[in-house]
């Protein structure tokens, strides 16, 4: 199972103070928009969002269609393949993709201990 691009986003209580810690650590602002209260910061390969007030919890991202530059790739399983098989495999979600549409959607599933999983394509 293809999962695309992987990125942990973070629930932050202050999108200004954590930008600032994470730019100590090394991490480069990439994509985003801070009035927006969200951004995407990449150090090497390593991505991590920074979201203020739009998760209630750290959540494990993945997206389906994209390269670690958020850039489209040519061949990839689309979101309503990967929530299929995991409904054939048991998995508890949150939220589904309407399977008969297509383009950019997102679904989220629930780990064994409660975290929450998000898979969201953007092509």
């Known amino acids: ?18 930008k600032a810690f994470y730019e100590k650590l090394g991490f480069k602002v990439f994509m985003g928009e801070i009035s927006q209260n ?6 090497g390969d390593h991505v991590i969002g920074l979201f203020q007030g739009m998760f209630e919890r750290n959540t ?3 997206n389906p269609g994209w390269d670690s530059n958020a850039q489209s790739l040519d061949t990839f399983t689309d979101i309503r393949d990967l929530q299929k098989q995991l409904k054939a495999q048991g998995a508890s979600f949150i939220n589904e ?3 008969n549409s297509t ?7 629930l780990d064994p ?5 998000l898979i969201d394509q953007h092509v």
Request: glycine letters at 8%; charged letters at 15%.
């Open 38 to 43: 969200w951004l995407i910061l990449k150090n």
């Open 113 to 117: 201990d409660g975290n929450p999983i």
């Open 1 to 18: 199972m293809e999962l695309g691009a992987f990125s942990i986003s973070l629930a932050v209580k202050d999108i200004h103070a954590s």
């Open 97 to 99: 993709v309407d399977e």
């Open 60 to 62: 494990l991202t993945f």
């Open 103 to 109: 383009g950019p959607a997102s679904f989220m599933v």
